[in-house]
């Protein structure tokens, strides 16, 4: 049927926009490359979906005639952002024919069909938790960077999210770095125990919908789809088939060294040194570990760089390298001024982590080492 409807461009523009990220730009279908619009009385609703993950927004406007159509996502988003402050108006013949309409401006587009849109899961599950927008937005951030980059290993792909109670677990991992981050009251209206592996991707883009408040955000699921809703969006993704990785036992449990470090003095050391590095034959930093003193060095074509900064040791000395991009991601991801690092020897992961840290949390980096050439 026909759609036509009345809203003013803030508030388009703030259905739009979330289902953005939804939308496929790899697709040769062309539905895929659109937005669904459906209208139910004064109920629009938007839905971007790319048969993986999908986003769907739900708001109030007046509504003139129910109905359904697809648009372009990126014709129709840059249309209205483009429209002065005002009211505007959709109105769609049988053929798909879309008037846009708001101030002195007038635009036609085509639309598609909606029953090309392929059809939605189940957007509820059986098994639900909630927590704050800000935490879940920190968790994702702080761990997201670890996940891999190819598909060798699908499951490695995702982030694992294991829940009990109220505790919740985030773990991402690669062949070259681990990240996990634990929280022991951060899931509310839940008792039972699960674990779920979902897709990096899905979980960067969601992120940017979290605001830094303490509203929430309502976790449901089902056996192959995770749900995120909060107010008026509502994000779903596939969930990642297989067992995740035995983390735990990537873990050192037998460090020896001990060194604390001020966090941002760390990070600029690391910055400097790596001036140098030959990203082609990707140059490992040398990082020396002695009494009050951490000393990285790095030898390329291009030259030689020596560079110093104050450390509290525990323990033996201690040299190790590391892939400077590897090293500085977990850095980044550190919160608070100063930081732990546990080694054991050349060979073995570092482990990094917050020098004060809170009783309930828990936060680790491991970065493992590149066998350095005397």
């Known amino acids: 049927m026909p759609i036509h409807f009345t809203a003013d461009k803030k508030t388009l523009v703030s259905l739009i926009q979330p289902t953005m990220t939804a939308v496929s730009s790899r697709n040769t279908l062309p539905a895929l490359e659109g937005l669904l619009f459906t209208l139910k009385g004064s109920e629009l609703s938007v839905c971007g979906y790319d048969l993986e993950k999908g986003v769907r927004t739900?708001?109030?406007?007046?509504?003139?005639s129910d109905g359904a159509v697809i648009l372009n996502a990126q014709k129709v988003f840059a249309i209205v952002r483009n429209f002065p402050d005002c009211d505007i108006t959709f109105s769609s013949d049988d053929k798909n024919l879309v008037s846009i309409t708001g101030g002195m401006s007038e635009y036609s587009i085509h639309g598609l069909g909606s029953d090309t849109f392929p059809s939605l899961p189940m957007l509820g599950g059986d098994t639900r938790f909630t927590m704050t927008q800000a935490l879940l937005k920190e968790i994702i951030q702080s761990t997201n960077f670890a996940v891999a980059q190819t598909d060798a290993r699908p499951i490695?792909?995702?982030?694992?999210f294991r829940v009990s109670g109220s505790a919740l677990t985030v773990v991402a991992l690669d062949n070259y770095r681990l990240a996990l981050r634990s929280e022991k009251n951060a899931v509310s209206n839940n008792t039972e125990a699960f674990s779920l592996v979902v897709p990096g991707r899905t979980l960067a883009e969601f992120s940017r919908l979290l605001a830094d408040s303490d509203e929430p955000v309502t976790v449901e699921f089902t056996n192959k789809y995770i749900i995120f809703k909060l107010d008026g969006v509502t994000l779903f993704s596939r969930l990642?088939?297989?067992d995740f990785l035995d983390y735990e036992r990537a873990i050192p449990k037998e460090n020896r060294v001990f060194v604390r470090l001020k966090t941002r003095e760390?990070?600029?050391?690391?910055?400097?040194?790596s001036l140098l590095v030959d990203e082609k034959l990707k140059t490992p930093l040398r990082c020396r570990f002695t009494d009050g003193n951490l000393n990285i060095s790095c030898s390329t074509q291009y030259g030689h760089?020596?560079?110093?900064?104050r450390a509290d040791k525990q323990g033996d000395d201690?040299?190790?390298?590391?892939?400077?991009?590897?090293?500085l991601d977990?850095?980044?991801?550190?919160?608070g001024e100063e930081i732990v690092a546990s080694l054991s020897t050349p060979l073995f992961s570092m482990i990094l982590s917050p020098a004060d840290e809170e009783e309930d949390s828990k936060t680790l980096y491991l970065v493992v080492p590149v066998r350095l050439k005397d």
């Open 58 to 64: 739900v708001t109030q406007v007046n509504g003139l």
């Open 156 to 160: 490695l792909t995702g982030q694992l």
């Open 240 to 242: 990642l088939e297989g």
């Open 266 to 273: 760390f990070i600029e050391c690391v910055e400097r040194a």
């Open 305 to 309: 760089v020596n560079d110093n900064i």
């Open 318 to 327: 201690i040299e190790i390298g590391f892939n400077h991009r590897y090293l």
């Open 330 to 335: 977990a850095l980044h991801a550190v919160r």
